[in-house]
């Protein structure tokens, strides 16, 4: 399988967790249940051993929801990652051990929109580290809310040849550069994280419902 070094901004998140072999395919999550001034022995030394292991990423969750976006957002950002190995005691209270079982065991996606992928352009500077942890969790959250596959071209518009396709594309579309980062999907520009959360959701619905709409007679 082919190796690739990730973006020199990787990890996007902090947390409590120690970086090892980038190339590793695997990342380990240690699920943690004590306060963080009171971390048992026994559980820095499993995050020790996922990195002396060679693990790419190896440190600790305690909650359900800002804990595991903040593991997907680094392990999204390092392309090398395709496994996660979770251990440790569970957490009470927050449960965080069953999280990636109950999303698991989500009714599945109706087949139709199982097969729906939608594809777009994402302008950026890749040495914006927070474009692409916007970016990661609006995929996330789009995804789920509107059942859908959403597949993203990055484009560094730093490069003249992406900056050249992207004002052609405003040219065309009677625009004016306004902010970074930019989406554009079909002849939808959205400029600005600002833009882009208020309003990409709203074009994505529309196309579906256009979808929709052609393919009842």
Not at 71 to 82: K, M, Q, Y
Not at 185 to 204: H, P, S, T, W, Y
């Amino acid at each position: 399988m082919l190796k690739v070094d990730p973006h020199p901004d990787y990890p996007p998140e902090e947390g409590r967790y120690l970086r090892g072999n980038d190339r590793s395919p695997v990342v380990v999550v240690v699920v943690l249940n004590h306060a963080e001034d009171k971390i048992p022995r026994e559980i820095e030394r499993l995050v020790r051993v996922g990195v002396e292991a060679g693990a790419a990423l190896s440190g600790t969750v305690q909650t359900e929801n800002i804990g595991f976006e903040k593991i997907i957002c680094n392990v999204i950002a390092n392309p090398n990652i395709r496994w996660a190995v979770l251990t440790g005691p569970e957490s009470e209270g927050h449960l965080s051990g069953e999280a990636p079982a109950e999303s698991a065991g989500q009714p599945e996606l109706p087949p139709a929109a199982q097969r729906l992928q939608l594809s777009f352009e994402y302008f950026y500077d890749p040495g914006c580290k927070g474009c692409e942890i916007f970016l990661v969790r609006q995929m996330i959250a789009l995804q789920q809310e509107l059942q859908i596959r959403l597949r993203v071209t990055r484009r560094d518009i730093g490069k003249p040849e992406v900056y050249q396709l992207y004002t052609r594309k405003l040219v065309v579309l009677g625009m004016e550069e306004r902010a970074y980062p930019a989406v554009v999907f079909a002849d939808v520009v959205l400029q600005g994280d600002e833009e882009i959360e208020r309003e990409f959701k709203k074009v994505l619905r529309r196309h579906l419902d256009s979808q929709r709409d052609s393919s009842n007679p």
